[in-house]
């Protein structure tokens, strides 16, 4: 049953590849305002003001500020709702507990020394810097466009027999047949063209048929981080710091995305991934007290330099009806598959200012640089062909970067009270620009061995924070709410023919650190 098809660029390497693209490499670029309580209800505003465990993170200058050691680790209690809107609005929610922060720092104050080397402090310190936890349900309406066009389009320039499984050859072993393709073909979904004609795939459905669409997914992981920084304090006026940073990537989803066909028959494409990657960096970092009432700040953070390791799964249920008058009704399942990268973060440049007013208020702003689009970088960690770009299978994936990947900039305000010696109160605002154009595409090599063909598109957050804090003779307590707004778009596989679902998830976070003074 032949219908319009999707006509792509055939590109066909000597190796099978698991590149996808952009919003891969975008998806662990950024960090989110995450730590102790104070910080979060501040919105992550201490690029100036220093003297918080999480504040390091930012600005490793701001240890300097410590005059007395301290112990702090901070609980975050985490709701994820996501809200979609393609054919149908939707709906999904999701639970987590993690750890935001726990640090140990230790201040070495000289209380005789007014000029020169006041202090010398160290903080080792464990930081989440991002969540993925996350579900998601997107649904569709009625629609002439379905992904059986994607892959017959996917297809074209094939023979059937490059498809076919035999006894003696196995298309998975073939490193020219996309794995999208081979489910497709396995699952009955595609047909090839008869004659002169047979190198053209197309799909199952008639003319004029429509399927209905529905996506789910589940996320989960984080980005953690382990540092080791060290704080100096020149006569009270001049803070340095410089910090050693090790980084941890943990991400896993199992995606669903199935269409149920006008005429009976339905698919469901199934994805497991999953990546892990170990990174370091360095942070370097000044604060400035030109006056009493005033603090500025200025940090610098070196890309992080992580070996990657990817690895997914996939299968396919198909239940079809209307083929040649028969009914085909099964799993297709796709090997495992496996990749491992290097890949590198964006650098990041941050500059701060804050306000000190007396003894009872602080008003305090954040700007930060991130160079998404100069830095971020992936490569293999083998040359496999001359066919890319100084042997880099990810060639085409950084050429997508250097197109669509944009500038960040975040911006953060905060402020704090202080209603007596023990009790103060704060509230925080922040914004985030998106990390990828609008013009942004998924563009997937055509003999890929991923199967995942979603993504999101990044269109920017904004948070709104609030907290209290109490500390008596040491102990310290602090309690937040931090609530995150991301906008997405959403496409279940690249093409023109229908808009982009738009995706918002609301993250409520209430966050507890408990701190000794020591």
Do not use: C
């Amino acid at each position: 049953m032949k219908r319009n098809i999707i006509t792509l660029t055939l590109l066909l390497f000597g190796i099978s590849v698991s590149a996808q693209g952009i919003f891969d490499a975008l998806r662990y670029a950024d960090n989110s305002i995450n730590g102790t309580a104070r910080y979060m209800s501040m919105a992550g505003a201490f690029g100036a003001l220093g003297g918080d465990a999480s504040s390091i993170v930012d600005n490793p200058a701001g240890l300097a500020i410590y005059r007395s050691s301290e112990m702090t680790i901070t609980g975050n209690f985490m709701t994820v709702q996501t809200n979609s809107k393609w054919d149908q609005a939707a709906s999904g929610s999701k639970f987590n507990f993690n750890i935001n922060n726990a640090a140990l720092i230790f201040a070495y104050v000289d209380p005789m020394r007014e000029r020169g080397l006041v202090a010398s402090n160290f903080s080792f310190s464990y930081n989440r810097l991002k969540n993925f936890h996350r579900y998601a349900d997107i649904r569709g309406g009625e629609s002439l466009n379905s992904m059986t066009d994607y892959m017959a389009g996917f297809t074209n320039g094939f023979a059937e027999s490059a498809l076919e499984k035999t006894d003696s050859y196995d298309p998975y072993d073939n490193i020219n047949v996309p794995w999208f393709s081979e489910l497709a073909y396995q699952g009955y979904l595609i047909n090839p063209g008869a004659g002169a004609d047979s190198l053209n795939w197309y799909s199952l459905l008639a003319n004029g048929e429509k399927s209905t669409g529905r996506y789910k997914a589940v996320e989960s992981g984080s980005i953690d981080e382990f540092g080791f920084n060290y704080g100096a304090n020149i006569s009270n006026v001049l803070y340095l710091g410089a910090g050693f940073n090790l980084q941890s990537i943990d991400y896993a989803i199992t995606s669903v995305y199935g269409e149920q066909f006008q005429a009976g028959g339905n698919f469901v494409l199934k994805n497991n991934f999953y990546t892990t990657g170990v990174g370091v960096n360095f942070k370097f970092g000044a604060i400035v007290r030109p006056a009493s009432f005033m603090r500025l700040g200025l940090s610098f953070h070196t890309p992080t330099y992580y070996a990657m390791t990817d690895r997914f799964y996939a299968e396919m249920d198909y239940d079809i009806q209307h083929v040649d008058n028969k009914r085909y009704v099964g799993t297709a399942k796709a090997p495992s598959g496996y990749a491992s990268y290097s890949y590198r973060t964006p650098l990041k440049f941050q500059a701060s200012t804050a306000f000190i007013i007396g003894k009872s208020a602080i008003i305090s702003f954040d700007y930060l640089f991130t160079d998404y689009k100069g830095s971020t970088r992936l490569k293999s960690e083998v040359n496999e062909t001359d066919v890319f770009e100084n042997g880099n299978a990810y060639a085409l994936d950084n050429d997508d970067i250097n197109k669509y990947a944009l500038s960040g900039h975040t911006f953060k305000a905060g402020a704090e009270y202080r209603l007596s010696e023990a009790f103060s109160v704060r509230g925080g605002f922040a914004y985030q620009t998106a990390s990828v154009g609008d013009n942004a595409i998924k563009s997937v090599p055509l003999n890929t061995i991923r199967t995942d063909m979603e993504y999101f598109k990044d269109q920017g957050s904004i948070y709104g924070t609030g907290g209290f804090g109490y500390r008596h003779e040491g102990f310290g307590i602090d309690l937040t709410y931090a609530y995150r707004q991301k906008n997405e778009l959403f496409k279940p596989y690249e093409t023109t023919a229908f808009n982009a679902s738009k995706v918002v998830t609301n993250s409520h976070n209430v966050v507890l650190s408990l701190s000794y003074r020591f």
